[in-house]
């Protein structure tokens, strides 16, 4: 069982690893413009934010709490999910989101892996507005404390994207031991941060169904399951109609009634009289 699983990870490891690692040999980290810009940013906004005119500067631009107005929220969600994150030290968010980004932008798409990470950052920082305001007033949601605490980081889109390259490789047993590994984080640290995680999940595998849909040729649909056509009805004996057998489309064309074939035959034999206008042949001249 163990060996099975081994090889299992093993394939699946290889299935998502190796057409990076391809396109990483080939051009070099020019490659994966989003990942290694990305990064740049996360780690620019590690350095300046021990300034204090750094730290203001981060504050203003990406720093989100779900207690600050929900516009000026939606104003610095692009750049929150390269700020610093309250839990998670700089070097494991540039980790992170080196390699997770790299992967999405070979089996995804540049223009796919930007349009989801904005997409589920968007989504998670407006679930979780909703959990405060439901742990308002149901005392079911997220406790109020969190509702002060920085909401930014990367980590819910590499969760999101994470669940997406899983999906769309076949990677079923990484997939299982990612979402195994976000209910654990739940459990154990019931914050805010680990209810977005699995929020994340879910969007995962809402942007695979919705990116990886597949549509259907419609024309060829209809010419496949086209009705044939309907069948000859010819008199039978004692006045009964009986119908003929269908004959096929491509057959049809070749089939040519034996009468025509007799009538065009005895039509070019058969001489044809002058009219009184014709102008009669010539006697072929005897020796």
């Known amino acids: 069982m163990a060996q099975l699983a081994y ?25 994966f413009p989003i990942a290694v810009s990305c990064t740049a940013l ?19 631009i990406a720093g989100v709490y779900q207690a600050l107005p929900l516009p000026l929220i939606l104003l610095r969600l692009p750049l929150s999910m390269l700020a610093p994150a309250p839990d998670l030290p700089a070097w494991g968010a540039m980790l992170q989101v080196l390699v997770v980004f790299a992967l999405s932008e070979v089996h ?12 589920v950052n968007g989504l998670t920082t407006v679930s979780a507005r909703i959990m405060v305001i439901v742990g308002l007033h149901l005392a079911i949601g997220t406790p109020q404390v969190d509702q ?93 109609l009986t119908a003929a057998p269908a004959v096929p489309a491509a057959a049809r064309t070749s089939i040519v009634p034996a009468s025509s074939t007799v009538t065009a035959s005895a039509t ?6 002058h009219g009184p206008d014709a102008v009669p042949p010539r006697p072929t001249p005897q020796p």
Not at 24 to 30: F, G, M, S
Not at 42 to 60: D, N, P, R, S
């Open 268 to 273: 070019a034999s058969t001489p044809r009289p």
């Open 148 to 240: 002060y605490e920085l909401d930014t980081g990367p980590s819910t889109v590499v969760v999101a994207l994470s669940i997406y390259v899983a999906l769309k490789c076949r990677a079923y047993l990484i997939l299982t031991i990612t979402a195994a590994a976000m209910g654990g984080e739940a459990i154990a640290l019931p914050n805010l941060a680990g209810r977005e995680h699995l929020v994340a999940l879910g969007l995962g595998v809402a942007a695979y169904l919705i990116g990886e849909r597949r549509r259907l040729p419609l024309r060829r649909l209809s010419r496949s399951v086209a009705p044939p056509p309907p069948p000859t009805v010819a008199a039978g004996p004692a006045g009964q």
């Open 42 to 60: 996360i780690g620019a906004f590690a350095l300046i934010q021990h300034t204090t005119a750094g730290w203001w500067i981060v504050e203003h």
């Open 108 to 119: 995804l798409g540049r223009m796919r892996t930007l349009i989801t990470a904005v997409c």
């Open 7 to 31: 090889s299992r990870l093993r394939a699946e490891a290889a299935a998502v690893l190796g057409p990076p690692w391809r396109v990483l040999r080939a051009d070099k980290l020019t490659a």
